[in-house]
């Protein structure tokens, strides 16, 4: 079955990282159909719109689309921010972070991490419902049933979908007893079912002792599941414990649309250098791979790149010596 993927390469380095999973995906000989829409600051600068609707429209036709990174440009009022923007008109509620060892070393690198963080992606704290007071400041943290029930039954539909076993349910609502305390008892009714129609175990831990057991046995972790601003910073947490920024990719996924992306910006210190580092938006590629069920092609793509790092061809932010051009040619010759 052909699959239609959207292209949005963005600004800085997103079109040179954006440029090499196009080249493998082209390589690998999937029916795919690619096409490419603009967002960012450079179109911004050429349209007046750094998201226009024309490529909201075109995210919301395609099966996927991969994104590359967008330049935020400091003190333009009003000003939308792409992923944002795309994340609420189409309706984005899921963000998937795999945490995934691939053989990198040094710094907080642990080996044998195979886990998930899904982090809800439209509630919480980031619904930008603020008020200032003069002295103090309020911030409106928003959580629905409906939010919280289909963001659990994302994670327990992945957890059967690859083999897991285990959800943990991760809150904060002995402190947050009404948003938290909703949103727990909405996660411990849909663990039931799959308690009982799948044999998945639910486990639930408050946010701080997570945070402490990510760092202690993170080996433990199978599929983790939480509210918006928890997510955000557990991801980033655990992201440091297989190799960082250079390696971490994420997904927005909803019912109208799924976008995959490297968790890194668009580093306009690097940009036009041909040294940017390929490996996260690869990893997206592999999630985007999954996303529209190429499964096998998925798995030879991550093998590629994981082999590639064992080799040691590593671009200079993760110690290597290797540019974009030189990453690419040895990932293809790994496939
Ligand atoms: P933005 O302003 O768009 O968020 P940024 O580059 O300031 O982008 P980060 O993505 O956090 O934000 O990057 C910080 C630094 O890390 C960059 O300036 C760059 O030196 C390095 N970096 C980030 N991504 C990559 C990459 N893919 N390859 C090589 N270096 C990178």
Redo the contacts with the bound molecule.
Sequence with gaps: MSHNILILKG???GPE?VDVAVAILQHMGLDLNFSEAKAGYACFQEVGDPIPQTTIDAARAADATIFG????PPDIPNYRSAVVTLRRELDLYANLRPVHSLGLTGGHYREGLDFYVVRENTEGLYIGQEEDFGDYAVAKRLITKKGSERIVRYAYELARHTGKRKVTVVHKANILRLTDGLFRRTALAVAKEYDEQYGIEVQELLVDTMAMRLIKDPQNFEVIVTTNLFGDILSDEAAELVGG??VAASGNIGEHGAIFE?V???????AGKG????F??LLATVMMLQHIGENAAAQRLQSAVAATIRQGVL???LGGTANTARVKEQIISNL
Aim: proline share 15%; glycine share 12%.
């Design positions: 600004d800085g380095i990282v990174a967008v330049t935020t920024l250079g490297p890194h910006g668009s580093a306009p210190d690097i040294v940017a580092n390929p996260a938006t671009t200079p932010d």
